[in-house]
């Protein structure tokens, strides 16, 4: 038996990681000698720096970074054991959940720090960046993120503009004289999950500056500052296009990443599963075990576990999925390559008792255990 395991978090739980070993272990009661592999997983979000980190012999390195409302805050990344590939999360130094209810507004939060995430990384050697981009508390369009990567975005006086989407009210040009050098050296896939443009009625100020503290008018002043902030970035780079599909990602940051360094915009999943070569393990495999916290119908809109079942149904393995709790309609599930799914809870238990990372670990060994059983009937 040659088992490979890619199973994403149960975030509040289990890491992918800690999933994975708890089913190795319930796979091994079954069959004593069988060879088990646990790759990490993630999809782009909350946990794709540790677990690829991790997963991939990586080490986590934490850097003194301006957080979204300017104070300073510890940020964590990771470095992967090739030396030159990092693995960040915008979230770790701009996210939302970084901010209070009270405190959040637009006008004033900032990317710099994620500019200041990348500029230590390439100070280590790393030129090769894997950065997802959800949970952002900013609408800076990421001007933030450049001005901590050397970028001039100056107002009428020649000095650099002030933090937040208030910024980009002051912004009069963009110089490049003082981008680190190393930057060109670099390339970016960054994680990203959305098709919104980066203006308009469903541009990153109307569809997220909402849930980030923006009134209705500030959504109106900040799309036609981002309108406006676009037309200058064609100055440095023609290309720079406020209509392409995820360029309101993350407030903007996905515009500045594609107009101002050499990034590509991708799926999350399809990052993670390429830079995790868990094609290479897959093909060699008996059978191929993933899942996640919850599966249900959205599962099957191109999570983690889904990226995984496409590349086992490639090469014909079949694939089981475990999952803290699924819904009725996660059926769906096994129109897209799971062949079948269990939920680990093996009793009527409070939140909490379900949640906690001891009982998870044992409640899927547990449940992994008897799934093998059945499979080792002859």
Same mark, same amino acid.
């Given at each position: ?12 739980? %289990?890491?992918?990681?800690? +999933? ?9 009661? /079954? ?12 999809? $782009? ?12 012999? $990586? ?21 992967? !054991? ?6 960040? *999360? ?6 939302? @959940? ?39 508390? @900013? ?17 009428? !006086? ?9 910024? %980009? ?11 680190? @050098? ?21 541009? +990153? ?8 503290? !923006? ?40 515009? !500045? ?10 799926? $999350? ?9 868990? *094609? *290479?393990? /897959? ?15 959205? @599962? ?30 996660? /059926? ?47």
């Amino acid at each position: 038996m040659k088992a490979v395991i890619a199973i994403d978090s149960l975030k509040g739980s %289990l890491s992918s990681l800690q +999933a994975g070993d708890a089913i190795r272990t319930g796979i091994l009661r /079954v069959y004593k000698d069988a060879v088990v592999q646990v790759r990490p997983l993630a999809d $782009g979000g909350e946990g794709t720096v540790e677990a690829l980190t991790i997963g991939m012999g $990586g080490e986590l390195q934490t850097v003194s970074v301006t957080g979204p409302l300017g104070k300073k805050l510890d940020a964590q990344y990771g470095i992967l !054991a090739d030396g030159v590939t990092a693995i960040l *999360e915008m979230s770790a130094a701009a996210g939302i @959940t970084l901010v209070e209810d009270a405190e959040r507004n637009p006008l004033h939060t900032t990317t710099y720090g994620v500019g200041e995430m990348i500029r230590d990384a390439i100070g280590k050697g790393c030129r090769h960046f894997i950065v997802g981009i959800g949970g952002s508390a @900013t609408n800076d369009g990421g001007i933030g993120m450049l001005q901590a990567l050397g970028y001039g975005l100056l107002n009428e !006086a020649g000095e650099q503009v002030s933090f937040g989407a208030k910024g %980009l009210e002051e912004l009069s040009r963009i110089t490049t004289d003082g981008v680190l @050098t190393e930057l060109k050296d670099c390339s970016f896939r960054i994680a990203c999950d959305v098709t919104n443009p980066l203006c308009g009625e469903n541009g +990153a100020s109307a569809i997220y500056g909402p849930q980030k503290g !923006a009134t209705p008018s500030m959504i109106l002043q900040m799309d036609k500052w981002l309108k406006a902030y676009a037309k200058l970035a064609q100055e440095i780079n023609p290309a720079a296009d406020r209509e392409f599909p995820g360029t309101g990602a993350a407030g903007g940051l996905g515009f !500045a990443f594609l107009s101002f360094t050499n990034a590509v915009l991708e799926s $999350g999943i399809k990052i993670v599963l390429e830079e995790t070569r868990l *094609e *290479e393990y /897959v093909k060699d495999a008996d059978i191929v075990i993933t899942g996640e916290g919850r599966l249900d119908g959205q @599962t099957v809109m191109g999570k983690a576990p889904i990226g995984v079942a496409k590349i086992a149904k490639k090469y014909l393995k079949p694939v089981v999925a475990f999952a803290g709790c699924v819904t009725p309609d996660a /059926v769906k599930c096994n129109e897209h390559g799971i062949d079948a799914f269990f939920p680990i809870l093996r009793g009527v238990v409070t939140l909490s008792e379900a949640m906690d990372s001891t009982n998870a670990h044992k409640n899927m060994a547990d449940t992994v255990e008897q799934v093998f059983r059945l499979l080792a009937i002859k």
